[in-house]
């Protein structure tokens, strides 16, 4: 019998442990953290993600600034905000809900946010900070599967991993973290030549390239542990993964769903975040 990765359990333990160190850094009469979130246009997957992060901010007691921007906004002018957050005291955190319209640029965005509030971990500082080993913003997703795997307490010592998907926010990083936790990580992409001879030797396998039903049973070994971060909408309008659960599950020995797996944990990391970016400063 597989055992399933709560990520909705965990994330509401993660979220309580972030509200009682909230709750002690007001007791000792400091500023709460502040996070603040930008978004560009009308990307509705985006709003949702940006109202439920500020909806989080508040059950927390951080506090949060939401700027809701134009489509049109010239870079020029959302690089100005993000001037201004990065001078701002009550602001720890800043966040630009990716993806940005076409004629900003992504890289250029990123790279105007001070590291020291880069709560997303996408600044090219953090990412080298990570490649070597020392402390800075790890990215959300990617950081929450790590906590998912220690909470579960699954041994990485040795353990061969397989990524698919290769993406700057998810799988790159992501193959760094297991990487410094001893484990041997292949990163697969949609150039790689026998996918299924490496996903069936592989310890544990990670999805994160957004296609349903992408990772079969015939792919994965028995006993083996399947991490699905996809997040797919099925021809019925409903939530799913990467992975075809109904059958992977059959022959896993822990297995992350969709939804309740993954996604739950990347808004308690970049909580997370926020809380370490204001005690840095304490
Ligand atoms: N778009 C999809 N995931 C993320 C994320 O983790 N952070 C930001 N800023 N944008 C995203």
């Known amino acids: 019998m ?21 709750e002690k850094i007001i007791k000792n009469g400091k500023r709460a953290p502040g996070l603040a979130v930008i978004i560009v246009g009308e990307n509705p997957a985006s709003k949702v993600y940006v109202n ?13 600034e939401k700027y809701i921007l134009d489509s049109e906004i010239s870079e020029i002018d959302l690089l100005e905000l993000v001037e201004k957050l990065n001078n701002k005291d009550e602001i720890d955190g800043i966040l630009v809900q990716l993806p940005l319209p076409k004629h900003i640029d992504e890289d250029k965005v990123i790279e105007a946010i001070k590291p020291n509030k880069d709560v997303d971990g996408f600044h090219p500082i953090n990412l080298g900070k990570l490649v070597i080993g020392k402390d800075g913003f790890k990215s959300c997703t990617p950081y929450g599967i790590m906590e998912l795997l220690k909470r579960y307490e699954i041994d990485l010592n040795g353990k061969d991993v397989v990524i698919v998907g290769r993406s700057n926010i998810v799988g790159k ?48 070994k028995d006993g083996s542990i399947v991490i699905d971060v996809g997040i797919n909408r099925n021809k019925l309008g409903k939530l799913c993964g990467d992975v075809d659960y109904e059958n992977v599950s059959k022959k896993t ?16 990391m970049l909580m997370k975040n926020t809380v370490k970016s204001r005690m840095e400063k304490i």
């Open 52 to 64: 439920s992060k500020v909806k989080t901010c508040n059950a927390l007691g951080i506090y949060s």
């Open 253 to 268: 020995s822990f297995i992350t769903p969709v939804p309740g797996g993954v996604g739950p944990m990347t808004i308690g």
């Open 173 to 220: 990083p992501l193959s760094i973290m297991l990487t410094n936790e001893n484990a041997t990580v292949t990163l697969c992409h949609s150039r790689t030549k026998k996918l299924s001879e490496k996903t069936l030797n592989a310890d544990i396998v990670i999805v994160a390239i957004g296609k349903e039903k992408f990772l079969t049973k015939d792919m994965v």
């Open 2 to 22: 597989t055992k399933i990765i709560d990520g909705k359990k965990i994330s509401i333990e993660i979220k309580e442990e972030i509200r009682l160190e909230v």
